[in-house]
């Protein structure tokens, strides 16, 4: 089993693209080895069948396990479940497991669920060195309502006075928040207009296809139009925007797992990115369905945020992460780095001229 980091599994990705079973081939010095690529969402393991008895040769079996196997639609569990058949069928065929994201608990429990023995684990640590992290409690107001608006209008104020200058930016929020923000848009920018010129979006699992297929090719371009996306977790595995530098949660989502997955759509050129999970006592009560404790603590930490996620993988902080303030919000708290020392000393002038 392999727990690739997200640029290495980008790469995989990259070379078998499209269908939901590819085939390609692996020369080496030896042999030939054709390999399938199985999206587990799509099994068809009666294809899978076919192609093996009608070309004999030798078959690598690549399964993509995404960080959130449990957590998916009964759709996507049933066909998980039904992988480890594939090593029945092919006892001596050599399987591999790609994940991006697996946590210590997913490391010891799928293995067995895939039908594996005793499997080669490579590993390497997901760190994302740049990707600032960021936690906000949400400012306090009266309602849901506040609070959310908080979030979405300063952004798109922010976006309105210089589009070009703001960074391309997703913004997740629950999908009646969605429609609220982009209503707040389009009334910003004067009203409604031309698709091809819009600087913001949402994208749900609902939205029309025109309009995502404009919204999904603007944001694969070096300078996207686009700078402000509003989107739920439907956003699919496939959605690739590179030039994405910001993800902002309006709340938090039901666990690490999703949120580490989810802020990888920062920073995927490598350009420098940030990615602020914001937060009310209401979001983490201990009767939200769902909510796993994790996320929670996530929230709740003063330690450093990178530990706290790369601990959910069973990794610390490599020594080349990133420190002070360019890790993460807790870290910057104690950062004695020129900048933020003047940093400090100017919200102090600016407290004592106010009194
Ligand atoms: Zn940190
Ligand atoms: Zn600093």
Redesign the pocket.
Known sequence: MHNYNVFALQQFILHIKGAHVHEMCMHSMMMTYHIIHISTCNINLRLIRLIYFSVHHFYITTCYIHCSTYSRGKEFRTAFQEIHTLKAYFPSVPFAALSGTLTTEQLRTIPSALGLHKPVIIEENPDRPNIFLEVKKKPQADSTVDQYEGIYITECDKLFESPSAYPVTLMYLPLEWCAEASSYCEEKFGGQVALTDCRYGVIFSRQDKVVLDELTNDLKKDTPRVRLVFCTSAVGMGFNAPNISHVIHGKPPRNLSDYFQEIGRAGRSGQAAKATLYYSPRDIASNVPGLKPDIVAYCKTEGCLRETILANYGFSKPASAPT???CCSNC?HS???D??LLEAVQIMDLASNGT
Do not use: H, M, P, Y
């Open positions: 002070g303030c360019n910057k950062c004695e780095c900048s933020c």
